[in-house]
């Protein structure tokens, strides 16, 4: 299995950010880690084993991106408003420098977006606002309404960080032609505490006329075991 590990300094974020690489072709997949998670918790958790027939056949290309909770989402020590300015920096690192290096390594203009817990709600938010580049959206067991990290606090930062209020208000005809064409999956457990929050965002998307998957799995089912099912199941085709 090709596997590439890759560090630059980010002028988005003003320090160095690391990634890994895994395969050589096919869709590319922006991958986010848990809460606070590093670049190689994918590798770590068994993920890529998981997926390395998709990899080794050419079928997908997955790039491991690092977090920087720490610094936005979940710095309590922060006021909210640096916390939501430290994510929208991140946004633009991803958008804005990640996107770019995987274009120029791999052609394939499908891009799927994924992640489980709070990699869910990067994959779904990043997915979401950006329809036109990311094809498919794999949330897992994720988060989806932005505003317990805000502690009360509210901008346009936290607003369009946070999908459960963009989404009822998005009106721009070229957004939701992107949108209504994009596969969005939203996998949870029924006893998952998340799982309301999951029903909440499929249904507002459902009402702007956004279709979606949402799928609800047995149990918790809020942990790695379970996100390698889920993502063979959605991602590769089988379990």
């Known amino acids: 299995m090709n596997r590439e590990y890759h560090r630059w300094y980010s002028p988005a974020l003003n320090r160095d950010?690391?990634?890994l690489v895994f395969g050589h072709s096919g869709a590319r997949a922006l991958i986010f880690p848990t809460s606070k998670g590093k670049f190689y918790e994918w590798e770590d958790r068994g993920m890529i084993n998981a997926l390395a027939e998709s990899i080794n056949n050419g079928w997908l290309q997955?790039?491991?991106?690092d977090s920087v909770d720490e610094e936005s989402w979940y710095c309590y020590w922060a006021h909210p408003s640096g916390?939501?300015?430290r994510h929208q920096a991140y946004d633009h690192y991803l958008r804005n420098e990640v996107l770019p290096f995987s274009e120029r390594k791999n052609g394939n203009p499908f891009l799927i977006s994924m992640g489980a817990s709070f990699g869910g709600y990067h994959a779904m938010n990043f997915g979401l606002r950006y329809p036109q580049q990311v094809s498919r959206i794999l949330a897992m067991s994720g988060l989806y309404d932005?505003?317990?990290f805000a502690a009360g606090y509210y901008d346009d930062n936290v607003y369009f960080n946070n999908p459960v209020d963009y989404i009822p208000n998005e009106?721009?005809?070229e957004r939701l032609y992107w949108l209504q064409r994009q596969d969005?999956?939203?996998a949870c457990g029924r006893e998952d505490s998340l799982m309301p929050?999951?029903?909440?965002?499929s249904e507002k998307l459902w009402q702007k006329g956004i279709g979606n998957a949402l799928r609800e799995w047995d149990g918790w089912a809020h942990d790695w075991p379970f996100w390698q099912q889920m993502v063979l199941h959605y991602i590769s085709g089988h379990d």
Do not use: F, H, S
Request: some cysteine; glycine content about 4%; hydrophobic content about 40%.
């Open 171 to 173: 009106n721009n005809p």
């Open 184 to 186: 969005i999956i939203i």
């Open 17 to 19: 950010m690391e990634l």
């Open 83 to 85: 916390r939501a300015q």
């Open 146 to 148: 932005i505003r317990r």
């Open 62 to 65: 997955l790039y491991c991106v």
């Open 197 to 201: 929050n999951g029903r909440t965002l």
